[in-house]
């Protein structure tokens, strides 16, 4: 396999809000790259006796979150041994991160559900208190694709979509008439926030100068589209599909239109659980990769949403699940498109393979939008943080097809709605072709 090469660009912040978040990294650039921060990794599980049968997972209320419910209501958890396992509901990523950080020694969580790049992001000390370092680990992807972007039904006559030019102009009217223009996203530097900063990049919309780029955890999503807090957001279900039954906006599009089976989610946990514990480990990953099995079955899907419909995961109605979970998107605009090719999924498609390609264009994007240096050395940090090794053990020896066993650490080159092409060999050909950035 070919080794990833970091970019060598200056960083140059934007605004002071960019700035306040990524400041102090400049300290730890040098300890980005993660050398000595982790002692030892667990080498790949061995068979042997649980190290412990207890772990505390967080998630936040969305359809993505699946396989850990189902790992847990359908006994997942316990068939591999781990008869003590809390999932807990999170308000927001920045508590995920807070709890991820303080782990459960100090009442905080020992893994999440979680936007794939907010483990670099806690591991390089980006977004950590004094931007200290928490060693994390990425153990799975647990979905691909599945979040979407909706627009405010002030827009009803435009019927936005991919192309952003006539929502463009919009937008750049309504801030010329003194009114502010809002794009909502749930976590900076998360992949809510690159899906949207892209799709309107790549329109012409600068994310940073022609629209407010602002944060709102997804549950608020639409109460806050129905006062008028934003024109646009980004978030996964079931908010979007809720905004449509509410008559308050509609969907541009699914991201998977913008990459088609882009990765989305992670399972992620601190590394010190992982290397204390690395039998008890593999036994959560097995349960969370029969859950994602599970999940993606068309026959189990009516009985997924009944699920996360449920008061402790994302107390939402029913009816604002189940299509989208079944895979038909009506787009709240007489556009209705049954079995998606967009559609989340949680197995197909090797979805729970967390490929090391894949975190190096969050990465790359996170340079792209100046809330990672570009001195990083995102080589060392994805090996440190991407523990693929441990989910190869665990398909092996869950029996897993070979088929939905990758060959590389890549999914190879891949390609935009617009166009653009990302190679992991060279991600600074990708950054050249880009127009709108901060570096």
Known sequence: MKRYYHSLLETQPSNPDRRRFIGGLAAVAGAAT????????????????????????????????????????????????????????QSSWGTTRDNLV????????DGAHILTPMPY????????????PVPMYILARLNLAGQCISVGREYNDLKVGLDTSAFGQA????????APVNAAMTFPGGTHDMWIRYWLAAGGIDPDRDISTIVVPPAQMVANMRVGSMD??????????????????????????????????????????????????????????????FC????????????CSRRRWIHAPFDDIVDRMEGNFDYGTGKVVENHPDQMRYWKDQASYPFKSHDLWFLTENQRWG????????TSLIEQVNREDLWRVAALELGVDASDIPE?????????????????ENPQAYLDSLTIKRI
């Not at 937008?171 to 003194?178: A, E, N, V, W």
């Not at 650490?409 to 617009?418: K, N, Q």
């Open 34 to 89: 993660l050398g000595g921060i982790w002692p030892g990794q667990a080498q790949a599980a061995s068979n042997g006796p649980l190290e412990t049968r207890s772990a505390k997972l967080g998630f936040i209320a969305l359809t993505d979150a699946a396989p850990l419910f189902v790992a847990l209501e359908k006994g997942f958890f316990a068939k591999h041994g781990m008869t003590d396992v809390d999932v807990l509901k």
């Open 408 to 424: 590389s650490s890549s999914r190879g080159v891949e390609t935009f709605f617009d166009g653009k092409v990302f190679d992991p």
């Open 296 to 307: 993606e079955q068309p026959e189990n899907r009516r009985e997924v949403a009944q699920i």
């Open 102 to 109: 303080l782990g459960s020694q100090r009442n905080g969580i």
């Open 371 to 378: 809330y990672l240096p570009t001195t990083l050395d995102t």
């Open 171 to 178: 937008l750049s009217d309504k801030r010329s008439g003194g």
């Open 232 to 293: 646009t957001f980004c978030v996964c279900e079931p908010w979007n599909q809720q905004l449509i039954n509410q008559g308050i906006g509609y969907t541009a599009n699914t991201t998977g239109e913008l990459w088609h089976n882009h990765p989305e989610k992670a399972f992620a946990m601190r590394a010190d659980y992982v290397d204390a514990n690395p039998n008890s480990t593999k036994a959560l990953l097995k349960a969370i990769m029969e859950a994602q099995i």
């Open 121 to 132: 992001l806690i591991a390089s000390g980006a977004m950590t208190p004094n931007n200290v």
